[in-house]
């Protein structure tokens, strides 16, 4: 199978394609044009694996939560690649990949957790259990105030965190035995644990592929 990735909920996005099981991947710097760069390093990858873009036969979508722009430039990318190339399009909630990814090498641990700094004075977080080879959730992205982080999240499992994450909630490595600090959502992660839920689901209805915010939009004016 030739399948795809776009996971573009932080400002680092990053891309994954898979041609018969090798895996190819590309980050974008955070100071790169999202909107510019994201379908010519998808055809730079196209490239390294000596295929065409026109042989994607599935995209899977990273659906945050997370940057307004960057989910919404990657889902407006991925229809519009989708409509171009026929591909079928798996739309992925970027914390279950994150969660999916953690305790599918971890097998010693049952359930994690996902913290996002969603700016603003907010949390994003989420909680998942491991249940028939995918994370079910218990607690799907939720938006909560950062002084109440270690009110609200349950004790003794393990928290996957970035600094930013770590930062907002005011904790750091050393004061959370089970914070797993510096991760970030990854494209591949995207990428396998989308062709699962394909190979069991099949494809997303296309009204379903929505940007996963928690939080209105709010437009700020930028001085010139």
């Not at 100071?31 to 390294?48: E, G, Y």
């Not at 990428?191 to 996963?212: K, S, V, Y």
Request: glycine content about 10%; overall charge negative; some cysteine.
């Amino acid at each position: 199978m030739i399948a795809a990735a776009l996971e573009a909920s932080t400002r680092e996005a990053s891309l994954a394609l898979t041609v018969e099981g090798q895996m190819y991947k590309q980050h974008l710097q955070g100071t790169r044009v999202h909107a510019s760069d994201m379908v010519p390093c998808l055809a730079d990858l196209c490239k390294q694996a000596s295929i065409h873009p026109r042989q994607l036969e599935v995209l899977v979508l990273g659906l945050g939560p997370g940057s307004f722009t960057g989910l919404r430039v990657a889902t407006a990318t991925a229809l519009g690649l989708s409509r171009g190339t026929g591909a079928q399009l798996v739309g992925i909630p970027s914390h279950e990949a994150l969660a999916w990814n953690y305790l599918e090498s971890n097998r010693n641990h049952e359930q994690v957790m996902v913290l996002q700094d969603a700016r603003g004075g907010g949390l994003q977080y989420s909680h998942y259990q491991w249940a028939e080879g995918l994370p079910e959730v218990l607690c799907p992205p939720t938006r909560i105030a950062c002084e109440l982080a270690s009110e609200l999240l349950p004790q003794g499992v393990p928290l996957l965190t970035d600094d930013a994450g770590l930062a907002a909630a005011g904790w750091s490595q050393s004061d959370e035995a089970q914070v797993v600090g510096g991760v970030l959502p990854e494209a591949s992660s995207v990428l396998r644990l989308g062709l699962e839920h394909f190979q069991r689901n099949g494809p997303t209805p296309t009204e379903r592929l929505r940007p996963l915010y928690l939080a209105a939009f709010v437009p700020k004016v930028r001085a010139r």
